[in-house]
């Protein structure tokens, strides 16, 4: 029998070994750095997760309230006067995907590529400092990391991203190259070792994809090799020279395989980190839970604490990361409680009591039963849903 006897095997130019052997137990480390698990901070970057909208389109109004569309995944449009642009969940993917977040155009800006300095649209992705903490950013510490992405777009041409701490003033901006294939982009981030970044579960970190930004929202590009260097600004949401996506009527922007990781040195992305369905939903619940939708959809189990007022609870899948807010449709009998062999009908449910793991709600005096009496909450309309939001 032949054998093999080493120390280690290193690659020719390499300063460290890719295998270290023990000489008296015989067993080996090996230096992996593209199949390790957990690397990817980003929750649900394949796009997988639509716990709101189910694959259907949720729409953008100028100036109006952020909305989300696969989950995690924030949209803004503020300052414009005409842009609008729906966002959806499509069947449209790369190799090894099935999935990609869209965004449509559906009404552009009426001054074309010329933004107002306060306009800013686009997609946004927040961090926890949980998330980010062994990134050891704003510390002699810190680590450069990369980002990597799939992106197709209708109009070719540069396109803004810029990497910003929001719990203090850093921002870090770079334009990207994007096509009407799909292709990857790998950004190289230098470490940060100024300036404060959260730690426990408030926002430390986001990624601001710009669609749509004027001079005061824009900041000037880093490139993408981990070169440039942090600005002392946290008010860019994208980059200055970007194509203005929102000036241009049905224009399509794409995304999937969003990555963001500790660069292990060859400051070149690892392979996307493919995650369960299971395992993504679970961690996208932390953030935003739907509990129930649709016609005669139990939701909880409680009584009559007045013959006026019902009360129930229920219990969280997973720890929320704050005590969450009610997220629900309201309307005529939308809701429900089986009691005494038949329904008792109430329009609204209002949130009495909450913490990360469970919560108990009321019928807001919308009943009519026995004090004492148990009962079966149900939702009582198509349209009805009860959901709970703990977004950053």
């Given at each position: 029998m032949s054998e093999i006897k080493v120390n280690s095997i290193k690659g020719v130019g390499a300063t460290t070994p890719a295998i270290s052997i023990d000489n008296a137990s015989g067993s080996c480390t090996a230096n992996i750095t593209n199949n390790l698990s957990n690397r990817n901070i980003v929750k649900n970057g394949a796009m997988m997760v639509d716990q709101r909208n189910g694959g259907s389109t949720a729409s953008s109004s100028p100036s109006?309230?952020?909305?989300?569309?696969c989950d995690r995944m924030q949209f803004q449009n503020n300052g414009t006067d005409q842009?609008?642009?729906?966002?959806q969940q499509v069947a449209d993917a790369p190799a090894g995907f099935y999935y990609s977040q869209k965004v449509t155009i559906t009404t552009p800006e009426s001054t074309g590529a010329t933004a107002g300095a306060d306009d800013r649209a686009g997609m946004q992705y927040r961090m926890e400092g949980y998330d980010i903490n062994h990134l050891n950013l704003g510390t002699a510490n810190a680590k450069d990391f990369i980002i990597s992405f799939y992106i197709k777009v209708s109009t070719a041409g540069n396109y803004g991203l810029a990497i910003v701490n929001q719990s203090g003033t850093r921002s870090y901006c770079v334009l990207f190259a994007a096509t009407t294939s799909w292709t990857r982009v790998n950004i190289k981030v230098p470490k940060d070792t100024s300036g404060t970044y959260g730690a426990t579960n408030a926002q430390a970190l986001a990624l601001k994809f710009g669609f749509y930004n004027g001079s005061s929202r824009s900041g000037a590009d880093q490139g993408i090799t981990?070169?440039?260097?942090w600005q002392a600004s946290n008010a860019p949401q994208g980059t200055t020279g970007q194509t203005q996506l929102g000036g241009i009527n049905s224009a399509t922007w794409q995304i999937t395989g969003l990555?963001?990781?500790v660069d292990s040195g060859s400051g070149v992305a690892t392979d996307f980190e493919?995650?369960?369905f299971a395992k993504e939903l679970a961690l996208c619940q932390r953030y935003y839970y739907k509990h129930a939708a649709g016609n005669n959809k139990d939701f909880g189990a409680g009584g009559y604490y007045y013959s006026y007022l019902a009360f129930g609870s229920l219990?969280?899948?997973?720890?929320?990361?704050v005590a969450p807010a009610m997220d629900h449709t309201t309307g005529t009998d939308y809701y429900g409680i089986y009691r005494d062999g038949a329904l008792d009908g109430f329009n609204n449910l209002v949130l009495h009591s909450a913490h990360?793991?469970?919560?108990?709600?009321?019928?807001?005096?919308?009943?009519?039963?026995?004090?004492?009496h148990a009962g079966r909450f149900v939702l009582n309309n198509s349209s009805a849903y009860l959901a709970f939001n703990a977004e950053l």
């Open positions: 109006g309230s952020a909305i989300y569309g842009l609008a642009y729906n966002v981990g070169t440039g260097s990555q963001l990781e493919h995650k369960s219990f969280f899948p997973v720890t929320m990361r990360e793991n469970s919560c108990a709600y009321d019928s807001g005096t919308g009943t009519s039963g026995t004090a004492g």
